[in-house]
């Protein structure tokens, strides 16, 4: 290693990889990534996996109770819960994952900037941040859901706006931190362009910060995806989505309680897989805990 | 005080008017026109130039942001689109309902969050503890709609102890509160989740403080000491959460609205949003908006209050 790259190298990502370390000895986490994983692997081999098609319509076994046939049951047209809970599990993690990875690189890019120039700048910007943070999120996506139309990507596109404020907050705290030290004014002095020094040397340690939050918030945003299908702003049907699919359960609630509580489950457990990952991952990197 | 509550009036302006500047920006630049929409396709131009001046979009953009901003500041929001009737009258109308339902929620986490939360504290990895943690981390991924209707299978269909329709009669104070029971507990199931994590660590970390130490050590009773040493000191973190969920409340009381059939906001924005009725929608994003301004300015004021060094600043 030479004597400028040692200089200027931020400190070693230990304490990222010592989080991941603590946090897979972690039960809840453990527990956690154990339901993330089985619903993700039920959605994403649901084309391979499920009993039948999700959009068949069988009028000769409408409403049917769970059964051998049909292990979750079927709803008002006939059709396979069970194969639609599969798949409209896709719908959930695209569209969530999408909306968080977006707000990640979009909100984290703001507050990083935003940190490092400081002054008038980072005021106004984040006054404008602390303006969408007063939309409740829902209202926010809804509203933008019901201009742009229900389509997956508008989808993504709105809960991706509830989510970006949070994460410039979080991405530019340690940003008016990590300037003033030695590390960036060395790569300054080295003659290192604004733009190196943000991303290469300031990025990689705010980067697990972000993370930690982009659990947490994968959870937010499969709960406002779901909300959002619940209400009617969904991907459209036939197309399963969890959202609607409880939807559909409640105005069959007298005939057929099944219908709803089966998604409904599902949707609870992804966001408490989710939570439970989170809460891990964030008392692991968190420094007062990381003593104890 | 009077001089600290003007100065956070005063701080609330700005905030009004950016917000409106937000919601009118999102409204224009939506595709397509609202005449359009309104009338359908096969409207003559006449009707639609009509449809314009009535609506007030014939004018420059400069002069349609300039009213819209003076009329809201004034608490005027125009007329629906599609009704014909003032918005603000169509809000005051359900706000009731809605504002029931939000308080509701915010009283039933506090009392469920504060004393499980502090519970949790002083039996720190305890049975309680490790209870409180999972109900909570449980609680807070319980979709609204879906807690909504595991309640109203359980409580309204099998038991039949509360009624499935959620309508009440204002002036009727007991069966306001009846109806009002389990849309709460579903709409506050969060809310007592989040507050019950918040108080543990908030009194976990002052009840580790000197001032702890030398309460107990004066003979200061131990109850009193939880209660109103540690849990003053502990309560301007609960104070700002409780403050934050008020808009998740407001968001997830539309939720909460279609699950139990409650009017309130959430169902007219649910038809305005159906019927494309955008200065209905533009009224809304501005009430909710404004809601919020209110609570956090409450939640300041609660800051100075709390901890007198707040207002000193």
């Known amino acids: 290693m030479s004597v400028t790259q040692e200089l200027v190298a931020p400190p070693a990502p230990s304490g990222w990889r010592r989080a991941l ?15 993330c994983v089985i619903i993700m692997l039920a959605a994403v081999l649901a084309p391979w996996l499920a009993p039948y098609d999700p959009a068949e319509q069988d009028i000769f076994n409408r409403l049917q109770p769970p059964s051998a046939d049909f292990l979750l049951g ?78 997956l990507i508008n989808l993504v596109v709105a809960i991706a706006l509830t989510a970006i404020a949070p994460f410039a907050r979080v991405a530019r705290a340690p940003t008016l931190a990590l300037k003033e030290r030695a590390f960036v004014e060395a790569g300054r002095a080295l003659g290192f362009s604004h733009t190196r020094v943000l991303f290469r040397h300031i990025l990689p340690n705010i980067l697990s910060e972000v993370m930690v939050m982009g659990t947490l918030w994968l959870a937010t945003a499969v709960r406002v995806e779901a ?16 959202g609607g699919m409880t939807r559909d359960g409640f105005e069959n609630i007298l005939d057929a309680p099944w219908l709803a509580v089966f998604p409904g489950i599902a949707i609870l457990f ?23 | 005080m009077i001089g600290f509550v003007l100065r956070r009036l005063l701080a609330a302006v700005p905030t009004l008017i950016a917000v409106l500047t937000l919601v009118f920006i999102i409204v224009r630049i939506v595709p397509g026109d609202p005449a359009l929409v309104i009338l359908g396709d096969q409207a003559t131009p006449e009707a639609i130039a009509a449809l314009h001046v009535r609506l007030g979009l014939d004018r420059s953009l400069w002069a349609q942001y300039f009213s819209f901003i ?14 014909g009737r003032s918005i603000t009258a169509e809000v005051a109308a359900v706000l009731p309902h809605t504002i029931d339902l939000t308080l509701a929620s915010m009283v039933f986490g506090v009392a469920v969050g504060v004393p499980v939360g502090i519970w949790a504290a002083l039996n720190r990895n305890g049975v309680v503890d490790v209870a409180a943690r999972v109900l909570s981390l449980l609680g807070l991924s319980f979709p609204v709609f879906v807690s909504g209707i595991f309640l109203l299978l359980a409580f309204s269909l099998h038991w039949r102890w509360f009624p499935v329709i959620g309508a009440s009669d204002l002036s009727d104070y007991g069966d ?37 130490r ?20 502990a309560s301007i973190p609960i104070v700002t959460v409780v403050g934050l969920y008020v808009g998740i409340l407001l968001g997830n009381s539309v939720l909460t609205e279609i699950v139990f059939n409650r009017p309130g906001l959430g169902k007219i924005i649910v038809g305005a949003l159906n019927q494309r009725d955008y200065t ?15 609570v956090n300015l409450i939640t300041d004021l609660l800051y100075g209050v709390i901890d007198p060094r707040v207002k000193a600043e």
Request: hydrophobic content about 50%; charged content about 15%; aromatic content about 6%.
């Open chain 1, 21 to 35: 370390g603590k946090a897979r000895s972690n039960p809840t986490t453990a527990v956690g990534v154990v339901i």
């Open chain 2, 70 to 83: 003076s009329s809201a500041l004034m608490g005027d929001f125009g007329v629906s689109m599609v009704t």
């Open chain 2, 280 to 294: 209905m929608l533009q009224g809304l994003m501005v009430i909710y908006c404004f809601l919020i301004v209110v």
């Open chain 2, 176 to 212: 306001r509160l009846h109806k009002l029971v389990l849309p709460t507990v579903a709409l506050g199931l969060i809310m007592a989740a989040y507050i019950t994590r918040v108080t543990r660590s908030a009194m976990l970390q002052s009840l580790g403080e000197d001032y702890i």
């Open chain 1, 74 to 151: 079927t709803d008002q047209f006939g059709r396979d819960i069970l194969s639609r809970l599969m798949w409209g599990g896709q719908i959930s993690l695209t569209v969530s994952l999408g909306a968080i990875f977006a707000a990640a690189i979009i909100g984290g890019a703001i507050g990083l900037v935003s940190g490092y120039i400081g002054g008038r700048f980072d005021l106004l910007v984040m006054q404008v941040m602390d303006v969408l943070l007063s939309f409740p999120s829902l209202i926010l996506g809804l509203i933008v859901v019901a201009l742009l139309g229900p389509e």
């Open chain 1, 270 to 292: 992804l966001v408490l897989g989710l939570n439970m990952v989170g809460d891990g991952l964030r008392d692991a990197t968190d420094p007062k805990l990381r003593n104890e």
């Open chain 2, 214 to 233: 030398t309460a107990r050590a004066k003979g200061v009773p131990w109850r009193r000491v939880v209660w109103v040493h540690g849990l003053r000191n």
């Open chain 1, 227 to 242: 909300s959002l299908s619940f209400i009617g702003l969904g991907v459209k049907p036939p197309t399963a989505t969890w």
